[in-house]
C-alpha cells in the first residue's frame, strides 16, 4: 500500500514474481530494467522482460514465428557461477503462453544452478 501523497510507481515498474523451486525470481519490464540501470527505455516493446534474481539473469520475450506469437526465453547469466562459468545448453526455449515461459526458464534456471 502506497503512503497518502507519495506517487503511485507505473506498472511497468510493479515486477512480476515467479517461483523457481524454493527462490523467486522477478520479470520486469525490460524498459523499466533499462530506467533502474539508467540506459534508455524508449526502444523495449511492452512484451519484452528482464528475469531478474538480484541481477539480470534472463530475457523472456514475445515474438511472431511463422505468423504465430510465441514466447523466447533465455538464460544469460548465472551470478554464482562468475562470468567465466558458460550456461551449459539448453539454455534457451519457446513457449505458447508467458506462464509456459515463465515455468520452463524457472526449471532450467534452477537446473544449472544445480550443476547440471
Same mark, same amino acid.
Given at each position: 500500500?502506497v503512503? @497518502?501523497?507519495?506517487?503511485i $510507481?507505473?506498472l511497468?515498474?510493479?515486477?512480476?514474481?515467479? !517461483? #523457481?523451486?524454493?527462490?523467486t @525470481? @522477478? !520479470?520486469?519490464? #525490460?524498459?523499466a530494467q533499462a530506467?533502474i540501470?539508467?540506459?534508455? #527505455?524508449?526502444?523495449?516493446?511492452?512484451?519484452?522482460? $528482464? =528475469? =531478474?534474481?538480484?541481477?539480470? =539473469?534472463?530475457?523472456?520475450?514475445?515474438?511472431?514465428? !511463422? *505468423?504465430?506469437?510465441?514466447?523466447r526465453?533465455f !538464460?544469460?547469466?548465472?551470478?554464482? +557461477? *562468475?562470468?567465466?562459468?558458460?550456461?551449459?545448453?539448453?539454455n534457451?526455449g519457446? $513457449?505458447?503462453? @508467458?506462464?509456459? %515461459?515463465? %515455468? $520452463?526458464? +524457472?526449471?532450467?534456471?534452477?537446473e =544449472?544452478?544445480?550443476?547440471?
Open positions: 500500500m503512503p @497518502l501523497g507519495e506517487p $510507481a507505473p511497468d515498474f510493479v515486477p512480476c514474481p515467479f !517461483l #523457481s523451486w524454493g527462490m @525470481l @522477478l !520479470l520486469r519490464k #525490460s524498459s530506467r540501470e539508467g540506459g534508455d #527505455s524508449g526502444h523495449w516493446p511492452d512484451d519484452d522482460y $528482464a =528475469v =531478474v534474481d538480484d541481477t539480470i =539473469v534472463g530475457r523472456i520475450y514475445r515474438e511472431m514465428i !511463422l *505468423g504465430e506469437p510465441k514466447w526465453w !538464460l544469460q547469466c548465472i551470478p554464482e +557461477a *562468475g562470468p567465466e562459468r558458460p550456461i551449459p545448453p539448453p534457451q519457446m $513457449a505458447d503462453t @508467458l506462464d509456459e %515461459a515463465k %515455468a $520452463a526458464f +524457472a526449471k532450467r534456471y534452477e =544449472v544452478k544445480r550443476g547440471k
